[in-house]
């Protein structure tokens, strides 16, 4: 009997973990025995229902279905089976959960099948005969990478969400500043209307301060979608309208300064 343990593998220590030390928990890990041969497969049910929920297929759209209906944490599949070969399943396995951990077994040990199973991804390549002991260490170190890469996406995401939230902090600290100039112009007009309601620009102060408002309203509106889950890809601007709002703003620092702007828009 011939074992390869594939890249990324990781390391363990044999003979001294049991599935609860792996999992932390002692909820049982539910594994997947495919093969079309009843003699391996029950072999390997007896070898592993003490420490494991076992379940069993004889072809991969049986062990498909399986996958639907239980959270398989590993597979253990012969390779030539009739219909689809288990380097079918392994694809097809690590495009619904890449975490899930597959070791490979077969009574014909061929390089180029174990090449195609590194490069999709399998946990171990080992050949018939198995051995028990090596069989039974085999499973419990691809059970712990199994347990290591959850822990591993866990702990990204937890990140993920920590530094979400700090950018969230900066964005509304933004926001609240990027408002202040819009009220202290708004303010301002509303103080010079109460002066004198009956002022000539009336209309022209009101449409400042209408697009004040709206510039508020729509500062708003981006920090909202910015913390809706799902929203991406890129929004449309009108330009023109953004440095028309802005010119608008600074028209009592061009008049105090005497300056004149003469935009040139396309």
Not at 57 to 79: F, G, W, Y
Not at 94 to 114: H, M, N, P, R, W
Request: with cysteine.
């Amino acid at each position: 009997m011939a074992v390869q343990i594939l890249p990324d593998a990781g390391k363990y220590a044999l003979g001294d973990i049991s599935p609860q030390d792996i999992t932390g928990t002692h909820r049982r890990a539910h594994i997947l025995v495919v093969d079309d041969e009843n003699g391996p497969r029950q072999a390997l049910r007896m070898l592993l229902k003490e420490d494991y929920e076992v379940h069993l297929a004889t072809r991969v759209s049986e062990a498909l279905e399986v996958i639907k209906q239980h959270a398989i944490e590993l597979i253990i599949t012969d390779l030539r089976m009739p219909e689809r070969s288990g380097v079918d399943l392994l694809r097809e396995v690590k495009q619904i959960d890449s975490d899930i951990q597959v070791i490979i077994f077969t009574g014909y040990g061929q390089l180029e099948t174990a090449m195609k199973a590194v490069e999709y991804g399998a946990f171990a390549y080992m050949e018939k005969p198995f051995d028990n002991s090596v069989m039974t260490d085999m499973v419990r170190a691809a059970h712990s990478k199994y347990r290591q890469e959850k822990e591993r996406r866990m702990f990204e995401k937890l990140a993920l969400e920590a530094s979400r939230f700090e950018t969230l902090g900066r964005v509304v600290s933004g926001m609240m500043h990027d408002m202040a100039t819009p009220l202290t112009v708004i303010n301002s007009h509303i103080e010079l209307l109460l002066m004198k309601p009956d002022r000539d620009d009336l209309t022209k102060r009101l449409e400042t301060m209408k697009g004040q408002i709206q510039y508020c309203a729509d500062l708003t509106r981006s920090t909202m979608n910015y913390l809706r889950p799902g929203q991406k890809g890129p929004v449309q601007t009108d330009l023109n309208t953004v440095i028309g709002a802005c010119l608008k703003v600074a028209a009592p620092l061009f008049r105090e300064t005497r300056a004149t702007m003469h935009p040139d828009l396309a």
